[in-house]
């Protein structure tokens, strides 16, 4: 069963890269506050979130944000590594 999960906690945790709002439709969205270049997003990253709920929404953002240090630990290290040679 998902946590609940309120907009406060949102956007305390994620609100100084995206902007978390409700949707006109119903539902939830995040919007980074400053887009990724296309070779980032090809890479799985996101500019924009939807959820259905705020607990999905904030399992979204979690993901992405794993994903985002992830592909940033793994720059650091290629970049390290051709620093070497």
């Not at 799985?44 to 979204?60: D, E």
């Amino acid at each position: 069963m998902a946590m609940a999960v309120t907009l406060a906690e949102l956007r305390a945790k994620y609100g100084r890269n995206w902007l978390v709002s409700d949707a006109v439709g119903g539902g939830w969205y995040a919007v980074r506050r400053h887009s990724l270049s296309r070779e980032v997003l090809e890479r799985g990253l996101s500019n924009v979130r939807c959820a259905a709920t705020l607990a999905a929404l904030a399992a979204g953002l979690t993901a992405e944000t794993e994903l985002e240090e992830r592909l940033l630990r793994g720059g650091e290290a290629l970049e390290q590594a051709a620093s070497r040679h």
